[in-house]
Structure formats: C-alpha cells, structure tokens
C-alpha cells in the first residue's frame, strides 16, 4: 500500500498556490518516491471535516498545466481553525471548540502519515500546534504580504507587487493629465512591504507604511512641492494598515463567524478626508486594488518560487524533517523550525537600506 501524504492550502489565498501543488505531485510522481500517493483536502481542513470526508487524490491529470493558474485548485478558507472550529447552536448562535483531536483521529483514518500545510502565518501557527500534538507536519509559507518570518520572501509577494505597479503606472498618466493627486491603497495588513516596493518601482511621490506613522501636514508639503501656479501632480501609495501619528490603522472586526483577523481596507478614502481638511487643494481621487492583487496569473518568479518550494517540501517528508517550514534565505532554499516563522511579524525595518534608497529617491514617508 501506498504512503499518504496530504497537501491542503489555508488562509487568503495568493498566485503560486497552484505551482507548489503541481511540484508535490511531479514530486512524488517521479523516482524512487512513487510509493507515495498525494491527496488534497479541500477547503484546508474542512475537506478532512467534512462527512464523508472531501479528500481527492492529486495526481498528473489534475495538476497539468496549473502552475499557470491563479488561486488554489483544492480551494481554501481563513474560517476553519482546527482549534477554534465554529459550530452553531441549536438557538443560532455560534461556539467555538477544539476539534484538533477529532481532526487527528480521521487524519489516523485516512492513512496519512505527512501533511504540508501550505499557508501563511494563521496556517503555520496551526501547523506548530499540530506538530505538537504529533502530527507529521511540513508548512509552505504563503502570503503576497511576505510578513512572515523566517523567510525572506513568500511566492505571491512579487505578483501583487507587479499588479500594484502596473495600475499605478496607469495612474501617473491620468493624474498628470488632471493635475491631480492620486491615492492608491494596496493591501499588506500591519505590514508595508507592497506598498514599498510598489512606491519603488513606480516612482510615487509618497508612500505610507504602517512601520511609518505619517504625519499629515508633511504630506501636504510635499504635495504642494509638486505643484506650481496650480499645475501639477502627485502619486500617494498608502498601505492598508497604515497610520496617522497618535492614531490607529482604519481596521473593523469581521462579522463572519469563524474569522479571526481584523478586516483592514479603504483608509485611502479616510486619508483622503484627511488631506482635505489639512488644505490640501488639489482635486484628490482614490482607487482601492483589493483583491485584484491577489487574483490572476503569478509572475515567472513566483512559479519559481512556488515550484521550489514544493520539491523541497517533498525532500522533507521523505527526510522525515517535520514541525519545519520551508523557505529561502539569502538565495537558498532551506527548512526553519515552524516555531521561529510564527515566532514574530516580519515588518519593514525602518533602518533597512530599502527605507534608506526610497528616501534618496525622493519618496516621502510623511514622517
Ligand atoms: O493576507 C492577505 C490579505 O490579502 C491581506 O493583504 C488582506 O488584508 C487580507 O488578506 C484580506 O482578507 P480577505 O480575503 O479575507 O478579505
């Protein structure tokens, strides 16, 4: 009989997903490995949860040609923690209990004797815990926020960077026409690593981080440098965590059962107010990108990314090396105990070089 090992995909999802599934199965479908076969549970977990259980088996003729494709063939969910699983009362309201017990039982009833969990630091704080309860387990980190430890990069990252970068390159040309000031919010949660690299590779006159409390009269100073007898432009790159000195980031608690993070989006339109109020007098427009930087095509190097990512998560099982991640260091694809990756959030260091070459680019931070 064949080796289990089960793959599932938890947490927002992001461009490359695909690419590590389709590198697991080309993995263990080649060689000496072949006496494993790959199984896939849908919707992270829950495919495991679910009765009768939704667990298909990965193979070639369902994993040809994905790594092309945007999202997650065996879909995915940030609602259904293993140790805070909702279940709903007989009344209608909703509790949350631990099933880790209930999830390593059917897992014992499915043969399988590995799991990677490919996911971002929600998904690995869970692999930790499992791996501590005795679970074979292996994390795949995954995130276009790439804040997560560990690793210096996660696939993802640079597809929604690239996305972010081409709509802003088409908003430089309607704000110069206009005369206007472009703000454009991208995702990131508490950290500011999209928002970055896009003011980077865009040449944004502004770019607001979390790492950066702004101040908002400095914007507008600098706003107002751009402008002369009434012409002239600017483009703001504002993250979504991002926020005021003394203030806090524009954040609400969701109201869908089982979702634990606070849902962040649409400060561009509160900055925007706040810009107002500060006198700033040129007309201001704002443009939210949303998911947009999460959906599609990854780029040629997240597939890389992706698809290295999932040979070494197979190496791993096979050397046995579980409670770790994978990830890349200094150009090197590596294993890190999962304990350090969710240890801590890897934020943008305000003394890094990056910060440091943005600032000599002229790139106002607001502060
Ligand atoms: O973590 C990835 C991410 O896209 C964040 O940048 C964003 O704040 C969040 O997920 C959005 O989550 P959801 O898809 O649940 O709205």
């Known amino acids: 009989m064949k080796k289990k090992v089960l793959v599932l995909t938890g947490g927002g999802d992001c461009p490359g997903l695909n690419a590590v599934i389709r590198a697991i199965v080309k993995f263990f479908g080649n060689g000496n490995e072949k006496d494993w076969q790959v199984l896939g549970s849908i919707e992270a977990f829950n495919g ?7 667990v298909i088996e990965l193979n070639g003729s369902n994993t040809a040609g994905i790594h092309v494709k945007g999202g ?37 009833k ?72 472009m703000i454009m919010e991208v995702m990131g949660r508490d950290a ?26 400095k914007v507008v100073n600098r706003i107002n440098q751009r402008y002369k007898n009434g012409r002239g432009f ?15 980031a524009y954040a609400q608690k969701s109201q869908e059962v089982g979702y634990e993070n ?12 706040e810009l107002k ?17 999460r959906g599609g095509t990854p780029i040629a190097d997240d597939r890389v990314l992706a698809t290295l990512f999932g040979i070494k998560a197979g190496q791993m099982v096979l050397n046995q090396e579980f409670g770790k991640m994978v990830a890349i260091k200094n150009n ?18 305000t003394d890094s070089f990056e910060i440091e070459a943005a600032r000599r680019m002229g790139i106002s931070f607001g502060d």
């Open 72 to 108: 997650t063939i065996i879909k995915t969910t940030n609602k259904g923690h293993p140790f805070n699983y909702p279940i709903q009362n007989a009344d209608g309201t909703w509790t949350e209990i631990d099933r880790s017990d209930d999830l390593i039982e059917r897992l014992n």
């Open 48 to 54: 495991v949860f679910a009765d009768p259980m939704e």
């Open 234 to 248: 600017a483009n703001i790159v504002i993250a979504e965590g991002a926020k005021p000195k003394d203030g806090h």
């Open 277 to 293: 109020a500060a006198g700033c007098k040129a007309d201001i427009r704002e443009t939210v990108l949303g998911h947009t930087q």
């Open 110 to 181: 499915l043969g399988v004797e590995a799991v990677i969990n490919i996911g971002g630091d929600g998904s690995q704080t869970i692999s930790q815990k499992l791996f501590e309860k005795g679970v074979n387990v292996i994390g795949v980190p995954k995130t276009i926020d790439n804040d997560l430890s560990s690793t210096d990069f996660t696939f993802g990252f640079r597809t929604a960077v690239q996305i972010a970068t081409d709509s802003f390159d088409k908003l430089v040309t309607t704000a110069e026409s206009h005369d206007r000031v």
């Open 262 to 273: 606070r849902r962040l989006g649409g400060i561009a339109f509160r900055f925007s107010e």
């Open 332 to 349: 090197s694809i590596v294993s890190v105990p999962l304990k350090d990756a969710i240890k801590e959030y890897k934020f943008v260091r």
């Open 192 to 217: 500011g690593w999209i928002a970055l690299h896009t003011a980077i590779a865009g040449g944004a006159e502004v770019c607001l981080i979390p790492e950066i409390p702004y101040d908002i009269d």
